[in-house]
């Protein structure tokens, strides 16, 4: 029998909040029967959703708080003046071992910085980073960072691909994935000094890593490596264009099947096959970005998701408990800080 896990969800958190999270929740029950719940937010509003979701009836608490995290609450104000938010109680869980992970829609910035405060980094991590994984030609590919560290040095990179590693093995059950770094090309002599130094560091490291060097932007849906590491400016940037590029073709589609009494035909004919590749680049199923390298699993689902989505994101929370990566990032970073122990920062306090 599979070993209960509790996941911790900030249940007033996303744009469709509180009943996109217990539609989420309803549906990976579903699932995942091993899986039960603590959610955090308004008890007379949680309780009247789960009386239209039986599935949830004897995996779930209530933990009742007022205060919600707002989308536009700045990370500073959110974690100075939200202690008893539904956000904030969730991480709490984590830290308390009451809950293996948290799942939040919640503000983005907020959930990183409360979770950096409560958690902390795991040893030899001066930074965590954002990891999701998109889909590719070959399957999928993990990029880091999504936007939590704009500016990075070399050995922030060098984390990063540890930490993609890990998550590559972890999740997405790669048995030994390999690493490229973004860049402007593949040649030595481009990129800036830190993305340089932080080849040079992964060529020679100790740790048994597939380094294939630098990539292109390109390469990333091309499927070239497992795992892409950037800075979180780059990566954000790449991440929403790959997003608005596919809304467009979407568009695109609908109009030509649109524009005559024969495209409509042809789109009857095609429908399967459409309805195929739908379900293979919807963003929904991709759901579930990782606070990566906390000393605690908490993942940050999209704001606007809708329950389908969610479920996703909850998917991989018990993942992440259920395969130890937290565990297995120690291990990997204690034999980094071996290599490098000039670079070992103490974690965030």
């Not at 860049?183 to 597939?210: D, F, H, M, S, W």
């Not at 990539?215 to 780059?234: K, M, R």
């Not at 800080?337 to 974690?347: G, I, K, L, T, V």
Request: charged share 25%; net charge neutral; glycine share 10%.
């Amino acid at each position: 029998m599979t070993e209960k896990i509790v996941i911790a969800l900030d249940a007033m958190g996303g744009d469709a909040a509180p009943d996109m999270v217990v539609g989420g929740a309803a549906l990976a029950r579903r699932k995942l029967s091993h899986v039960h719940f603590l959610l955090f937010g308004d008890s007379a509003r949680l309780k009247a959703l789960l009386a239209k979701h039986p599935v949830l009836a004897d995996c779930v608490e209530i933990r009742h708080t007022d205060q919600v995290v707002k989308g536009d609450d700045k990370p500073s104000t959110a974690l100075r003046g939200a202690r008893e938010s539904s956000m904030r109680k969730a991480i709490d869980a984590v830290k308390e071992g009451d809950a293996a992970a948290a799942v939040s829609a919640g503000n983005t910035g907020a959930l990183m910085a409360m979770s950096k405060f409560v958690l902390k980094t795991i040893k030899g991590i001066d930074r965590p980073a954002i990891i999701t994984a998109v889909p590719t030609a070959t399957g999928s590919c993990c990029i880091l960072d999504l936007g939590a560290n704009v500016q990075c040095s070399a050995e922030n990179l060098v984390q990063f691909a540890v930490m993609g590693e890990v998550f590559a093995r972890t999740v997405l059950s790669v048995e030994k994935p390999t690493i490229g770094l973004i860049n402007i090309g593949i040649e030595e002599i481009k990129g800036n000094e830190a993305v340089k130094e932080a080849a040079g560091i992964l060529r020679e490291t100790t740790l048994p890593i597939e380094f294939a060097g630098f990539i292109e932007g390109n390469d990333i849906s091309a499927g070239t490596v497992d795992v892409a590491v950037t800075d979180g400016f780059t990566g954000n940037v790449a991440l929403k264009v790959a997003e608005g590029t596919a809304k467009l073709i979407s568009g695109f589609l609908r109009e030509s099947f649109r524009s005559s009494w024969r495209a409509r035909m042809g789109y009857l004919l095609a429908r399967p096959a459409l309805a195929l590749m739908r379900t293979r680049v919807d963003p929904r199923s991709y759901n579930g970005a990782i606070m990566c390298g906390l000393n605690g699993i908490v993942v940050k689902s999209h704001g606007n998701t809708d329950a389908f989505g969610f479920s996703n994101a909850i998917a991989v929370a018990v993942d992440m408990a259920t395969h130890g990566f937290i565990e297995k990032m120690r291990e990997d970073f204690e034999r980094l800080r071996a290599d490098y122990p000039a670079n070992d920062p103490e974690p965030v306090s």
